[in-house]
């Protein structure tokens, strides 16, 4: 089809595409192709929701209840920390590779997700190409070197979740504190259909003990079409599958501080903001892209949300 052509304004030369035209007179009316696939990544979500087709996953609790950082830390910054109340998640980053962040989040939720699925901590899948395609990231050499980094990140740290009296034998008991994985080959194929490779040349995780024992003990049920279509911002996944936990474990309507103790402020990802104004102005953003993830959950949950 070709594009369609419009007359210019009097001084101008011939004809221009309306879509130039449309973007110079009226940029309020552009939609962004990035954007478009959003929405309907968004429409895709509500639709399966009615049908009762959804693409079930499971996210670990110590993510959902305290998130990882949204934002690269600054260099040479190897401890996390954050808290829900009496519990606190402290994440430990390799020297060599650092803290986790931003969409490495996606992976610890792909972990769990293939581990409740096939209820072992050896747990195996197709490619690297099929982890991209799950969250619906391009698949190309830079993706694949990003992810491997993602990978090296989550394996290298090691991770507290537990109450601060549990914090504070931690250095004693050396059981509170564990890493994500004890094993991990990752093998990368541009063909996310490709059968599984034989013998060694499988892609295999192992994860630890301690972690595996979480994942079973709590698995919290998350949309994963969901979770694609917030994927690139990561502070509103955070925020929809802390919602959906919460909607989950309501019995009435609940009033959700945004600082102190109890505060989402010290549960969600994010740095440390000098004002409280700046959080607010970043908390409506956040629940502005989200609201249509939202509708993943069941109505009675969204009820509460209002």
């Known amino acids: 089809m070709k594009p369609a052509l419009v007359k210019c304004s009097p001084g101008s030369k011939g004809l221009q595409r309306a879509g130039l035209v449309l973007k110079s007179n009226f940029p309020e009316l552009v939609i962004s192709e990035r954007a478009l696939r959003r929405v309907e990544a968004f429409q895709a979500v509500r639709e399966n929701r009615d049908a009762e087709r959804q693409n079930l996953g ?176 990561p502070a509103a996944l955070d925020l929809f599958m802390w919602l959906s936990y919460r909607c989950f474990k309501a019995r009435g309507k609940e009033r959700i501080p945004l600082f102190g103790a109890f505060g989402l402020v010290s549960q969600l990802g994010n740095v440390e903001y000098a004002r409280p104004r700046k959080f607010r102005e970043k908390l409506e953003r956040w629940i502005w892209f989200e609201r249509c993830g939202r509708n993943a959950l069941p109505r009675s949950m969204r009820m509460v949300l209002h």
Not at 61 to 85: D, I, S, W
Not at 162 to 189: C, K, P
């Open 58 to 233: 499971f996210s670990a609790r110590p993510f959902v209840l305290c998130g990882l950082p949204l934002k690269r830390p600054a260099p040479g910054t190897l401890l996390h920390e954050r808290r829900n109340g009496q519990f606190v998640l402290q994440v430990t980053g390799h020297p060599s590779y650092g803290l986790p962040w931003g969409q490495d989040r996606l992976v610890p939720l792909f972990l769990a997700t293939v581990a409740v699925r096939q209820q072992s901590p050896r747990i195996t899948f197709r490619s690297a190409a099929e982890m991209l395609d799950a969250f619906g990231l391009h698949q190309g050499g830079a993706q694949y070197r990003r992810l491997l980094a993602s990978f090296q990140r989550i394996f290298g740290a090691t991770m507290f979740f537990g109450t601060d009296r549990q914090l504070e034998r931690a250095a004693v008991v050396h059981q509170a504190r564990f890493n994500f994985m004890t094993e991990a080959r990752i093998w990368y194929s541009r063909n996310p259909d490709e059968a599984l490779l034989p013998g060694e040349c499988q892609n295999m995780v192992l994860l630890s003990d301690e972690f595996y024992r979480e994942i079973l003990d709590h698995p919290i049920p998350t949309d994963l079409e969901a979770a694609k279509a917030l994927s690139s911002c």
